[in-house]
């Protein structure tokens, strides 16, 4: 943005409510009323069941129409991964549907069968011409093969570095592309086994990781293959003598053990310890204090502390952005949690030894400083890092820090902004983009599509579509596709599209409020923020009515089945079924009920019910009886131990602050939404 975005100028109440949507968005999709619309369905759905015979049976009713790309597109993919692929159909459709989404999404495809194929030449051309998908993770790992065996030896020490790096720290380590990469380089000594093994067991890819240790001499393979099954059993069974063994192995066990058994890992770790090498002992420790912090041990930090300044360090190391961020985590946490009393120790005095109070906050600048520039850079640990500062005495440095901060619109730009006493103020909406420029986009072949593939249902088609259509579009431009995402009744589009604005900020376009009146008649009644409901909308379903996530949650509150039938029967809603959760009126009403009901069970503490509301009011209450003592808001947000949630309650908060100035409620500041979170016991409370 060209000046302060938390400096936004709030002039803009009349406008933004003449500027929201008429009334509700589009409702959801009606099933197919043509039979073109029929077949169309019907070919995908026999697409997703590898029916490529189904697919071209159907096409001639397609055939002439905007959707036909699709047939194609589904039949040549379905060749091209078939028992006998036939790449055939490939360069015909590149060419007649250059320059769409479908055309880099076969080209996508096809890159990734080359690659399986092992014709690296053709990958390495064919993955120049690709726009979109190069972040697949298999995908990434095709390219540095590529890369590294076409290389003519200059970088390919270089390139191994890089690959290494990409190994440690991909999504999805054990996929066809990351196994054909680390084979490679395991074959030519530039990988070690350990690390890859590591990788794999990190991500909970097991039988990657036994097909890995096939690297090993026999004898090690079965040894490998059993502490990877029974790591508890196996570190038992040779503890006399734990100390004599191949380190490597009893490394492995103990990093299988600590994921899900950390303080065991940690009795076998200090027996294994006077032995250690310093990077040895960086990942043991490393490995075991994640794990900790994970399940909100009190002796995360400690264990962090004795791994050393190598935790996190080296091109080698698995995850390691994601461990110095626990590490992190686990200093701010330091003295919060419960101590375990000594066995000895009088019943009634079981529940904690009062730890030393407050972060450790020498330690969380030593961890800062350690990581990426990149990861340092982040909202989050330079907002850390100046409250480190402060409480070191630094005002100047830390309010620096916080400035640095102030004008991102984000959660920790907002309390950077509350820390130096500036005031949320929104910028008062631009004029409204060109209608001449709003229709010529709303005729683009890929917004069309898009609209026609919405009405169906085919969102995820339908939002691949919109967002190829934005590549390389100024300020304007996207504008104005925003303002087509609102007629066309996809506020999500208009969010997305919004969002992508780098010196234009159209609040209302950002943050809509339709349904203004059944939100006043549903909220009002309870006695719930309607701000804070609209927040929660925001991060949940972004507006769309008709929305399904892939575990089952429904409509606007994603509220999940189970727990609407809860609700419904507790409040004695009349006429109930299932099948009208996704209804607008229903899913309000019975969502903010819900929301009603996890705020009470918190004690009324917005943070809190808004983290049950995602995770659950059980494992908040969990998180609570964890502590020792009284936590900062903030301090309890950034060290819940589920990034989901802790991600989800920072956007939502935020949103609540955001909507209550476009509401023109009194002043509510984000520090005040945060509050101080207590130590409470479980309770036997049944909300689901």
């Known amino acids: 943005m060209s000046r302060p975005a938390l400096v936004l100028l709030l002039s803009v109440l009349p406008a933004l409510v003449a500027a929201q949507p008429p009334g509700p ?58 028992p006998n692929p036939d790449e055939a159909p490939v360069r015909p459709f ?9 055309a880099d999404r076969l080209r996508s495809d096809w890159l990734m069968a080359l690659g399986g194929k092992g014709d690296l030449a053709a990958f390495d051309a064919e993955r120049r011409r690709l726009v979109l998908g190069g972040d697949d993770p298999q995908l990434a790992c095709y390219t540095l093969l590529a890369r590294y065996v076409l290389d003519d030896g200059n970088r390919r020490e270089q390139i191994a570095r890089e690959a290494r790096r990409n190994l440690a720290n991909t999504v999805d380590p054990g996929g066809d592309g ?54 508890g059993a196996w570190l038992a069974g040779g503890q006399a003598h734990l100390d004599r063994m191949p380190h490597s192995f009893a490394v492995l066990a103990i990093v299988v053990l600590a994921r899900d058994a950390p303080e065991e890992a940690a ?23 994640r794990a900790a912090q994970l399940a909100l041990l009190p002796q995360a930090h400690e264990w962090f502390e004795r791994g050393g300044d190598l935790v996190g360090e080296g091109v080698d190391y698995v995850r390691a952005a994601d461990v110095l961020e626990a590490r992190a985590r686990a200093a701010l946490r330091h003295g919060a949690g419960i101590a375990v009393a000594a066995p000895a120790r009088a019943a009634d005095q079981d529940r904690a030894v009062e730890p030393k109070a407050g972060p450790d906050w020498s330690a969380l600048r030593r961890v800062i400083a350690r990581m990426a520039p990149e990861q340092q850079a982040e909202s989050t640990w330079i907002y850390w890092n100046a409250e480190a500062l402060q409480s070191q005495g630094k005002l100047e440095e830390a309010r620096a820090a916080w400035r640095s901060i102030a004008d991102r619109f984000s959660f920790y730009g907002r309390l950077a902004a509350e820390r130096l006493g500036l005031p949320l103020v929104l910028a008062p909406r631009p004029q409204e983009p060109p209608a001449a420029l ?13 609209r026609k593939l919405y009405e169906l249902g085919m969102r995820d088609e339908a939002n691949r579509e919109w967002s190829w259509e934005l590549r390389g579009m100024d300020d304007a431009t996207l504008h104005a596709a925003a303002e087509l995402g ?17 010196t234009l900020f159209d609040v209302a376009q ?11 008649a549903t909220s009002a009644p309870l006695a719930v923020d309607p701000a804070w409901i609209y927040g929660l909308i925001r991060q949940e379903s ?30 004695g809603f009349a006429n109930y079924r299932a099948d009208r959760v996704a209804d607008v009126q229903v899913n309000l009403r019975l969502g903010t009920e819900y929301l009603k009901l996890v705020f009470d069970d918190q004690d009324g503490q917005p943070l809190l019910a808004s983290a049950a509301y995602n995770a659950g009011p059980r494992r908040v209450r969990k998180w609570r009886a964890a502590l020792a003592r009284p936590l900062d808001g903030a301090l309890f947000v950034e060290t819940i131990p589920v990034g989901e949630t802790r991600d989800y309650v920072k956007r939502v908060l935020f949103n609540t602050v955001v909507y209550s100035a476009l509401l023109d409620h009194p002043a509510v500041s984000l520090r005040s939404l945060l509050g101080t979170v207590t130590p409470k016991d479980v309770s036997t409370d049944d909300l689901p």
Not at 94 to 102: F, I, M, Q, S
Not at 273 to 284: I, K
Not at 486 to 500: C, K, N
């Open 542 to 571: 972004r507006f769309i009515e008709d929305v399904r996530s892939n575990v089952g949650a429904i409509g606007l509150m994603q509220l999940m089945p189970s727990t609407a039938r809860f609700v419904a029967r507790r409040i």
């Open 25 to 82: 968005p589009a409702a959801a999709a009606a099933p197919a009323t043509n039979p073109v619309d029929g077949a169309l369905l019907a070919a995908r759905a026999a697409a997703a069941d590898g029916d490529v015979e189904r697919v071209a049976a159907l096409a001639p009713q397609v055939a002439g129409t905007l959707l036909e790309p699709y047939l194609e597109y589904w039949q040549a993919s379905l060749r091209l991964h078939g």
């Open 438 to 450: 709003v229709e010529e986009l709303a005729q683009r072949p890929g917004f069309l599509r898009a």
């Open 510 to 520: 950002r943050y809509p409020m339709p349904y203004r009146e059944l939100m006043a």
């Open 178 to 231: 990351c196994t054909a990469l680390a084979d490679r380089l395991l074959d030519e000594a530039a990988l070690t086994i350990w690390p890859r093994l590591q990788a794999l067991v990190e991500r909970n890819q097991l039988p990657a990781a036994q097909q890995a240790a096939s690297h090993l001499p026999p004898a090690e393979v079965t040894v490998v293959k059993r502490l990877l099954e029974q790591p």
């Open 267 to 289: 009795r076998y770790a200090e027996r294994l310890e006077p032995g250690l090498t310093a990077h040895e002992r960086a990942v043991v420790w490393g490995r075991i204090g």
């Open 94 to 102: 590149l060419t007649r549907y250059a320059g769409t989404v479908l």
């Open 486 to 502: 609102r007629r066309f009744g996809v506020l999500d589009r208009m969010i997305a599209s919004s969002e992508r604005t780098r």
